[in-house]
Nanobody, 122 residues
Framework: QVQLVESGGGLVEVGDSLRLSCTNS????????MGWFRQAPGKEREFVAA????????YYADSVKGRFTISRDNAKNTMTLQMDSLKPEDTAVYFC???????????????WGQGTQVTVSS
């Protein structure tokens, strides 16, 4: 059974950095493409970033390109999202997602975490 758990959210100020992590209980972790989504209050969930099974191919939303970096460590069953130069509009609940795939995106995610809150204060 796949269980995704996010961590690392919190309250930061504009321009600060934050690092989110997502652990995937499934084995092998490497068989899953992974992604990050976010949902701000009153808005629909939106795509943030994704990467393929070995991290060799990454995808980013235009709004975070150049500021966020997605990566994974298959040996540690962990995916991370390094968020730099944070803005108030980055405030949202961030979710990680997984799809059993060795292919390229876009992905149809089958599994979702519970989310972690990120608040950027101005």
């Amino acid at each position: 059974q796949v269980q995704l758990v996010e961590s690392g959210g919190g309250l930061v100020e504009v321009g600060d950095s934050l690092r989110l992590s997502c652990t995937n209980s499934a084995r092998p972790f490497s068989q899953y493409a992974m992604g990050w989504f976010r949902q701000a209050p009153g808005k629909e969930r939106e795509f943030v970033a994704a990467l393929n099974w070995n991290g060799g191919v990454t995808y980013y939303a235009d709004s975070v390109k150049g500021r966020f970096t997605i990566s994974r460590d298959n040996a540690k069953n962990t995916m991370t999202l390094q968020m730099d130069s944070l803005k108030p509009e980055d405030t949202a609940v961030y979710f990680c997602a997984a799809e059993a795939s060795y292919g390229l995106g876009p992905y149809n995610y089958d599994f979702w975490g519970q989310g972690t809150q990120v608040t950027v204060s101005s």
